[in-house]
C-alpha cells in the first residue's frame, strides 16, 4: 500500500511538472514578445528624438548666425557713423584753429593792426552777399536781352522811333549785364584771395592795400597809390 501510495505521488508530481513546463515556455514566449514590442516602440522614440534635435540643429544654427550677422551689419554703420561724426568734429575744430592764423597772415600796413577773424568774416560775408546779388542780377539782366533780341527780330515794319527805343533799352541791358558779370567776376577773385592768404595785398606793387581801404571796398586789388597811377593812364 505505502508502495502505490508513493507511486501515485510520484505520477502527480510529474504531472504537475510536466503542466508547468508546458506553461512556462508559453509565458516566456509571451514575456519575450511584450519586451520585443516595448523594445521597438523605445526605439522608435528615440529614432524620432534624434532627428527632430538633428532637425531643430541647424535651424538654430542658423538663427544664430543670421543674428551675429545683423550684429556685425549693426557695429559696422555705427562705427562709420562715429568716424564720420569725428571727422566732421576735427575738420571744424581744424578750420577754427587755422582761421586766426590765417588772418593774421594777411598783409595790412605798418600803423594797422593784424586782421582778426571777425573783420575777416565780416568782409567775406559781404562778398558772399554780393556775389548772390550779382548772380540774381546777371540772371536778370540776361532774360531781358534775350526778351529785346527776340522782339527786335520780330519787329520789322516799325517806324524809326521804335526802332531806336528798342536799340537803346537793348544797349542798356548789355550794359547792365557787362557791369554785372565784371563786379561777380571781382567779387569771386577777392574770395579766392580770402582763401589762398593773398587777400590785402596789391597785385602791382606787392606792398598792403590796408585794412581800412578794403572794408570799404572789399573787392580792391590794387593800394591807393598804384590805383591813382592806372587811373591817370
Known amino acids: 500500500m505505502a508502495g502505490a501510495s508513493a507511486r501515485k505521488t510520484a505520477a502527480r508530481a510529474a504531472t504537475t511538472a510536466k503542466a508547468a513546463g508546458r506553461t512556462t515556455p ?7 514578445t511584450t519586451t520585443t514590442k516595448k523594445s521597438g516602440r523605445t526605439k522608435t522614440s528615440a529614432t524620432a528624438g534624434a532627428a527632430a534635435k538633428k532637425t ?6 542658423a538663427s544664430t548666425r543670421k543674428a551675429t550677422a545683423k550684429k556685425a551689419t549693426v557695429t559696422k554703420a ?19 584753429n587755422a582761421a586766426p592764423a590765417a588772418a593774421k597772415k594777411l598783409a595790412v600796413k605798418s600803423d ?20 548772390e546779388r550779382l548772380r540774381n542780377e546777371l540772371n536778370l539782366a540776361e532774360e531781358e536781352l534775350h526778351v529785346l533780341m527776340r522782339d527786335a527780330g520780330d519787329g520789322a515794319g516799325n517806324d524809326q522811333a521804335d526802332v531806336g527805343s528798342a536799340s537803346f533799352e537793348r544797349d ?8 554785372a558779370r565784371l563786379m561777380l567776376t571781382q567779387t569771386e577773385h577777392a574770395l579766392a584771395r580770402i582763401d589762398n592768404g593773398s587777400y590785402g595785398s596789391c597785385e602791382s606793387c606787392g ?4 585794412k581800412m581801404r ?5 573787392r580792391a586789388t590794387l593800394c591807393l597809390s598804384c590805383k591813382q597811377r592806372e587811373e591817370r593812364r
Open 214 to 218: 578794403l572794408m570799404a571796398f572789399p
Open 112 to 131: 594797422e593792426k593784424p586782421w582778426s577773424v571777425k573783420e575777416l568774416e565780416q568782409v567775406r560775408g559781404e562778398l558772399s552777399a554780393e556775389r
Open 78 to 96: 555705427t562705427a562709420k557713423t562715429t568716424s564720420a561724426s569725428r571727422g566732421t568734429a576735427a575738420k571744424k575744430t581744424t578750420q577754427k
Open 172 to 179: 542798356h541791358e548789355m550794359s547792365l549785364a557787362n557791369n
Open 26 to 32: 508559453a509565458k516566456q514566449a509571451a514575456g519575450k
Open 56 to 61: 531643430a540643429a541647424p535651424t538654430k544654427k
Open 207 to 210: 606792398q598792403a592795400i590796408g
